[in-house]
C-alpha cells in the first residue's frame, strides 16, 4: 500500500501531466513560417510572418504595422509560405470537402497543401492522433501502450503525433480520399493501371511516400 506522502506525490505528478498534455497537443496543432503570401478572394495580398491553426482550419498573418489578421479558407484563394531562408516552399489552397463524411452532401472550404498540380492534384491535410508509449519490455510489442510498474499499477503513457492524410482533387472537382493509396490510386488508374505499374516498379516508388506519391501522380497527369 502507498504511503500518503508517495499519494500525494502521485496525484500532483498525474495532474501536472494532465495539464501540460493539453498544452503540447495545442503546440503540435500550430504550425508557423516567418514569411508567408496570403491572396484573398478579393484579389488583395498580404505578406509576413503566417500562423495556421490546423484543428481550426484558420490562418493568422503579422502585418508590418504589427496587426494581425486572421482569415477562414472561405476568404483565401491560396497562400504559400517559406522558412527563413527561402529554400521550403509549401503552397496551401482551400476545396471544397465533405470532411470525410461520406454520407453528407454538404461541403464546405478546408485548407490542403498543395503537393502536385495538374489534372489530377495530390493534396495533404494533416491531423492530430494520439499513439501510445511504450516503456516496458515485458510488454515490448504487445501494443498495448503500458509499461510495467512492480508495484502493481498500470499507466498509460500517449504522445500527441501528425499524421498525414492524402487525398486527390479530380477534375469533377471532388476531393478523394487515399485511406488506401496504393488501392485507391489503382482503381483511380484505370486502363493506364499496367503503365503506371511498370513506372511505380521500374523506380522503386513507395505508395506511402510522399516524395514518392508527388512523382505517381506527377507521370499520371503526363500520360496522353
Known sequence: MLHPSCFRLVLVVALALAAFLP???QQVDVQEWPK???VLTSGDTLSGPVTYHRTEDIIRVTLADGSIQAYAPVNVSSFTVTDERGRFR???KPYMWNRGNDYS??????????????NYSLVKREVLS?????YSPMYAG????????PYGYGHLRQQTVVQDLFYIYNPKGA?????????DLEDLFGNKAKVMKEFVKRNNLEY???RDLVRIVGHFNQLP
Open 130 to 134: 494520439s499513439r501510445n508509449l511504450n
Open 36 to 38: 508567408g503570401r496570403i
Open 142 to 149: 504487445s501494443g498495448y501502450g503500458r509499461y510495467y510498474d
Open 23 to 25: 498544452a503540447v497537443a
Open 105 to 118: 452532401d454538404y461541403k464546405a472550404p478546408a485548407f490542403f497543401e498543395l503537393l502536385t498540380e495538374g
Open 175 to 183: 476531393i478523394i480520399s487515399l485511406r488506401n493509396p496504393k488501392r
Open 208 to 210: 506511402d511516400n510522399a
Open 90 to 92: 509549401q503552397t496551401f
